[in-house]
């Protein structure tokens, strides 16, 4: 057996590295589970792990790897191509306290619910996480495919891995002296990939930009996301970030300067970054816009209206929106505005969840019990009558709360209550 940190030889069944020490775990080559040293079957899925996985033939005709190698949209080359990607290295703090305070089967638990997070996490915007070594995982944003906002759903995924650890940490830190945290680096550029044994992780990949993150992730404190001066310029305005000392890292001739990342900014779309740095006079709409205003004096007179703009990319669906919001008189009218998201869970009702918790001015950063206050006391402000409400609505934003549903509510029943919450809310 083969350790994956030091690459050691091992003999077959054993639990520990006899080179460095580092634990030896089984991947499962059908569902990527790990597994105890010496065990014959995955206890996830039940395979066989000595056998390789062979999927089951698609009734559709499929392409080899080779096949689909030839499109430049697919997966990377066999023999190594090179992609513009985003690199995450994402080490957890507190692994080595865990080992040597709590029993073995334990950590692996713990470790295993952790791993199985961060796949769900990271694949939810996009990513791939191509290995798991020891307590380190190594996601990929742009292989096989690739999105132009890759390094900002990297980051995205990387704030989310670690508040995924925060919430896990208070139930194990008192045991182990210590908060389990995350520490990352992240990287965008050139590098070269290829397919490999799964064994190994799903791609190999070289170059300096591989290189770079993983030394910035070293040089990450507890709970810190360092990006590169390249991913940096990719992720701004989105994101607030702080520059931090220059920093050397090993085998670079030059200084780079790293950034921390504090949390996101208000801006959340390239229109609202184009925002900030003004437009230019708006002229050739008249007529939508006298449409759109005539819809809302239809609106007001208590007309149910429902408006659909369409368009090819860039034809200025985005400014006609701006445009019309702008001209309204915020005494008279008040604007909920909600927004699908291209990446991140599947949410029910998102949209009107968005405008929920714009509407309720509540923030990410808030403490749950600051968005209990929050939620509660803005529903109350808005309307009494929403008070039979608050249930629900504090079901929809997904804060904990006192306030219980009602127990006849469940399946299609509170689907029904939930929509005529949010309907309540919206027609008021």
Same mark, same amino acid.
């Given at each position: 057996?083969k350790?994956p940190?030091?690459?050691s ?8 590295c006899?080179?460095?020490?580092h ?5 499962c080559?059908k569902?990527r589970n790990?597994?105890r040293?010496g065990?014959k079957?995955c206890?996830?899925c039940?395979?066989?792990?000595s ?6 033939e ?14 430049p ?10 992609r513009?990607?985003?690199i995450?290295?994402?080490d ?7 080992n040597? !305070?709590?029993?073995?089967? /334990?950590?692996? &638990?713990?470790?295993?619910?952790? #791993?199985?997070e961060s796949?769900?996490? @990271? ?6 996480v ?16 690739g ?5 900002i759903?990297?980051?995205k995924?990387?704030m ?6 925060r919430?896990?940490s208070?139930?194990?830190e ?10 990352t ?7 070269v990939t ?13 170059g300096e ?5 993983a ?5 990450a404190e507890s ?7 390249e991913?940096?310029?990719l992720?701004?305005?989105?994101f !607030?970030?702080?520059?931090? /000392?220059?920093? &050397?890292?090993k085998?670079?001739t #030059?200084?780079?300067?790293p950034?921390r @990342?504090?949390g996101?900014?208000?801006?959340q779309t ?11 006079t ?13 819809c809302?004096e ?11 703009v ?5 034809i200025?669906?985005s400014?006609?929106?701006y ?10 009218v ?7 998201q291209?990446?991140?869970?599947n949410?029910?009702?998102f949209p009107f969840?968005?405008?929920l ?13 600051d968005?209990?206050?929050k939620?509660?006391t ?5 309307d009494p009558?929403l008070?039979q409400f ?5 079901h929809?934003?997904?804060?904990p709360?006192?306030y ?17 919450a949010?309907?309540v809310?919206?027609t008021l």
């Amino acid at each position: 057996m083969k350790c994956p940190k030091c690459l050691s030889e091992n003999r077959e069944g054993a639990k520990f590295c006899n080179e460095c020490g580092h634990k030896l775990e089984l991947a499962c080559p059908k569902c990527r589970n790990l597994n105890r040293p010496g065990s014959k079957f995955c206890d996830e899925c039940g395979h066989e792990l000595s056998k390789p996985f062979k999927p089951k033939e698609s009734p559709e005709p499929s392409k080899s790897i080779q096949e689909l190698s030839k499109t430049p949209e697919s997966l990377p080359l066999i023999e190594g191509e090179r992609r513009q990607a985003t690199i995450v290295f994402s080490d957890l703090s507190g692994y080595t306290a865990m080992n040597e !305070k709590l029993d073995p089967e /334990e950590v692996e &638990r713990i470790m295993s619910r952790i #791993k199985k997070e961060s796949v769900r996490i @990271v694949e939810s915007y996009g990513g791939i996480v191509n290995q798991f070594v020891g307590d380190e995982i190594l996601a990929l944003f742009g292989i096989p495919t690739g999105y132009e906002d890759d390094p900002i759903r990297a980051v995205k995924a990387a704030m989310e891995l670690h508040k995924m650890v925060r919430q896990i940490s208070p139930g194990i830190e008192n045991r182990i002296g210590k908060p389990l945290t995350m520490h990352t680096g992240i990287n965008s550029g050139l590098i070269v990939t290829n397919l490999r044994d799964d064994r190994d992780g799903l791609y190999g990949i070289t170059g300096e930009t591989v290189n770079t993150g993983a030394r910035l992730k070293s040089q990450a404190e507890s709970d810190a996301i360092l990006v590169s001066p390249e991913t940096n310029k990719l992720i701004s305005p989105y994101f !607030k970030t702080v520059a931090l /000392e220059e920093i &050397r890292l090993k085998g670079k001739t #030059k200084p780079i300067t790293p950034y921390r @990342v504090m949390g996101e900014s208000k801006i959340q779309t390239r229109f609202e970054a184009a925002e900030q740095k003004g437009f230019t006079t708006y002229t050739g709409r008249e007529k939508e816009l006298a449409i759109l205003h005539d819809c809302l004096e239809n609106a007001v007179r208590r007309e149910g209206q429902f408006v659909t703009v369409m368009g090819e990319e860039g034809i200025g669906k985005s400014r006609l929106h701006y445009e019309f919001r702008h001209k309204l008189d915020r005494d008279k009218v008040t604007v909920l505005q909600g927004r699908c998201q291209p990446y991140g869970r599947n949410i029910p009702y998102f949209p009107f969840i968005d405008a929920l918790r714009r509407g309720l001015h509540l923030r990410e950063e808030d403490s749950p019990a600051d968005l209990l206050e929050k939620a509660v006391t803005n529903i109350r402000a808005i309307d009494p009558s929403l008070e039979q409400f608050i249930p629900l609505y504090l079901h929809l934003l997904s804060i904990p709360s006192y306030y219980s549903l009602p127990e006849h509510l469940h399946g299609k029943e509170l689907r029904k209550a939930m929509e005529q919450a949010l309907a309540v809310m919206i027609t008021l």
